[in-house]
């Protein structure tokens, strides 16, 4: 084949355009907005349960801060009702006749009261900031470790599963939310005492005035509700293109891959994509804005003419001789106070609405993940473990027709290295997940010494297995704890050492910083970078620490020297007595340690037997040691 080199900067022809982000339409039942045909009366019906399950939220992370927060908005509550209740007392001795240094001395003690209560309502709201200040950050991290949690503890298969990623998008979004909720919470609660509290002092006065000043506010409130289920619409509408261009924005802007964003003129297109597809979130948001500002003005209009018609009435009240001029008075301030409390517990209950809409998708996912965690059963595996067999083992990556694994059958025993190889996509990788039960088969068995790992306790089959996978994690740890992941066998670091010279690192290792105590993320100040074969020389170090009696390496060496790649061998052969041994690779000749050599196409294991056998035998092995010998 020739291939002819353009210079595309010299080029005649004109270039097409970028193509611009594809759209992002999802079906099924996580593709529909839940609330596309909730009530009005349902959806106001969430605020209880939403208050309720806040406070067993914060209960839970801070008892003490509940109490005084609970405290001091009844306090303040109080403190309302006796300021409204002694200024009538203060207004009908200053409103009165007589003196005017009397109706002063008459209203003194009066007004003392009231100086007093709104003194305590001033501490009491205090209090309560500092309450919430005391429950907020432990809540926002409580749900943050939760979510974290249950997306770590859920099986491996869930990732595949429809709707799964956008779910745990949406459950982000409601751990921010989080914050938002209890202040609103409480906002409510100090709005909804004082309201209670004022509508008191007021119906006193007159009964007439309450039901006007609830007029007055309900407009605002039903404007608020509708306008938080446009908002959360568009919202849902764009948690996909929110995903895609999140994982976008990681990938562009992460170091480890600059050197190809930058070398492949990639810079220009993924501005460009990231832009277009901004744009495309940002204009579902303003075709939002229009049905938002006309149901603002429709509502703003309409209690506008209740409130009017409050004050009309209470003018019409006093003028008429109805009620006193003392008592008109103190109704008007007690009417402000009123409005007052209404509007904010109509604001907040309306906010505290819209965050439960978010908080919902959270809890949804999180239930979903508890049903998602393994529930396999709880027997243990043995310390030492002689023997592993599959019987007729199939899986299916969810909505894939074929098998990815299509009824093996294999037995291990310990002492034995097996190697499995086979062209991409054979199902190599997937075998060993079934192996160690990261996946569980749809068909078939897997058993260790005779335990079905469908009725084991993962943390305890995984507690016996040490992975190597093909695509690894360089954790922004310290060296030593990317070799132990944090569970270090002794206070010694003499076993680190150990597999750090098994695996060749001891000399780059000492050249960093700090050693072990070296901080490997080049991003963070004071952290260092590996290449990407001593990465992957320490990721088989983190393996070898672990002395487990399986030992799983899914192409270990693939990015290491050939002295590195001798040098990781020869320890797989060194330790091979004391575990069963699995090597994934496409390297044919690291095949000759292997005691058995599987050979997969399609799922299903073509060939089986010793490097010799195969190479001989005319195979698909045979036909790719003679590939990978003319490369």
């Keep these: 084949m020739q291939v002819t080199a353009t210079d595309a900067s010299t080029s005649d022809k004109e270039a097409p355009p970028p193509p611009p982000p594809?759209?992002?339409?999802?079906?099924?039942?996580?593709?529909?907005?839940?609330?596309?045909d909730a009530s009005f009366g349902a959806m106001c019906r969430r605020l209880p349960s939403v208050l309720g399950h806040t406070a067993r939220m914060a209960w839970a992370v801070d008892r003490t801060?509940?109490?005084?927060l609970l405290a001091c908005q009844l306090l303040t509550g109080a403190a309302a009702a006796v300021v409204l209740a002694f200024t009538a007392q203060a207004m009908t001795h200053l409103l009165g006749t007589g003196a005017v240094s009397e109706r002063l001395h008459a209203a003194m003690p009066a007004l003392v009261v009231v100086a007093t209560a709104a003194g305590i309502g001033r501490i009491s709201s205090a209090l309560s900031s500092y309450a919430d200040t005391r429950i907020t950050p432990l809540l926002m991290t409580e749900a943050d470790i939760t979510l974290v949690a249950a997306v770590c503890r859920v099986e491996a298969s869930a990732y595949g599963e429809d709707g799964f990623a956008d779910q745990q998008e949406a459950a982000e979004v409601g751990v921010t939310r989080t914050r938002t909720m209890l202040q609103d919470a409480q906002r409510f609660m100090s709005a909804l005492i004082r309201m209670v509290a004022a509508s008191g002092v007021i119906t006193t006065l007159h009964p007439l005035m309450l039901p006007l000043l609830l007029l007055a506010v309900l407009p605002a409130g039903v404007g608020a509700v509708l306008s938080?289920?446009?908002?959360?619409?568009?919202?849902?509408?764009?948690?996909?293109d929110r995903n895609v261009r999140s994982m976008m924005r990681w990938w562009a802007t992460y170091s480890r891959y600059g050197d190809e964003v930058r070398a492949n003129g990639m810079t220009g297109y993924l501005i460009y994509w990231y832009r277009a597809l901004s744009d495309r979130v940002d204009q579902r948001t303003l075709t939002a804005a229009p049905r938002m500002l006309r149901i603002v003005l429709a509502t703003s209009a309409l209690g506008g003419l209740f409130l009017l018609g409050t004050w009309a009435t209470l003018a019409w009240l006093a003028t008429t001789g109805r009620v006193a001029l003392p008592i008109a008075a103190t109704a008007i301030v007690a009417v402000q106070t009123t409005l007052a409390a209404l509007s904010q517990f109509v604001i907040h209950g309306a906010a505290m609405f819209h965050t439960s809409l978010y908080l919902a998708d959270m809890r949804s996912f999180l239930d979903m993940a508890s049903r998602r965690a393994p529930k396999r059963g709880d027997l243990e595996i043995p310390p030492r473990v002689e023997e592993i067999c599959l019987d007729e083992v199939v899986y299916r990556y969810p909505g894939k027709d074929d098998p990815a694994v299509a009824g093996v059958s294999l037995t291990l025993r310990r002492g034995e290295i097996l190697a499995i190889v086979g062209e991409n996509g054979s199902g190599k990788s997937t075998?060993?997940?079934?192996?160690?039960?990261?996946?569980?088969s749809d068909k078939g068995r897997v058993l260790w010494d005779g335990i079905d790992l469908a009725h084991a306790d993962p943390d305890a089959v995984w507690k016996r297995t040490a992975l190597v996978p093909q695509n690894f994690a360089c954790w922004p740890l310290r060296t030593r704890e990317n070799i132990t992941l944090g569970q270090p066998h002794t206070y010694d670091d003499g076993p680190v050492w150990d597999v750090v010279d098994a695996v060749g690192m001891r000399e780059a290792i000492e050249k960093l910083p700090q050693q072990l105590d070296t901080l490997l993320a080049k991003e963070l100040w004071?952290?260092?970078?590996l290449s990407g074969g001593q990465w992957?020389?320490?990721?088989?170090g983190r393996a070898l620490y672990r002395q487990t009696p399986l030992l799983i390496l899914d192409e270990p060496t693939s990015q290491m020297d050939a002295r590195g790649e001798h040098g990781i061998f020869l320890e797989i052969r060194r330790i091979a007595a004391q575990r069963m041994t699995i090597v994934v690779t496409h390297q044919l000749e690291n095949t000759r340690l292997?005691?058995?050599?599987?050979?997969?196409?399609k799922g299903q294991v073509i060939e089986q037997g010793t490097y010799e056998d195969l190479?001989?035998?005319g195979g698909l092995f045979a036909e790719l040691a003679a590939l990978a010998k003319d490369r």
Excluded: S
Excluded at 231 to 237: A, K, S, V
Excluded at 431 to 440: E, N, P, Q, R
């Design 594 to 601: 292997a005691d058995r050599i599987l050979v997969m196409d």
């Design 526 to 529: 004071g952290g260092a970078e």
């Design 431 to 440: 075998l060993a997940k079934l192996i160690t039960g990261i996946l569980l």
């Design 22 to 36: 594809a759209t992002i339409a999802f079906e099924g039942v996580h593709g529909r907005n839940p609330l596309a």
């Design 615 to 617: 190479v001989n035998g």
């Design 65 to 68: 801060g509940v109490v005084l």
């Design 536 to 540: 992957q020389r320490l990721v088989c």
């Design 228 to 240: 938080a289920r446009i908002d959360y619409e568009t919202h849902y509408l764009n948690v996909g």
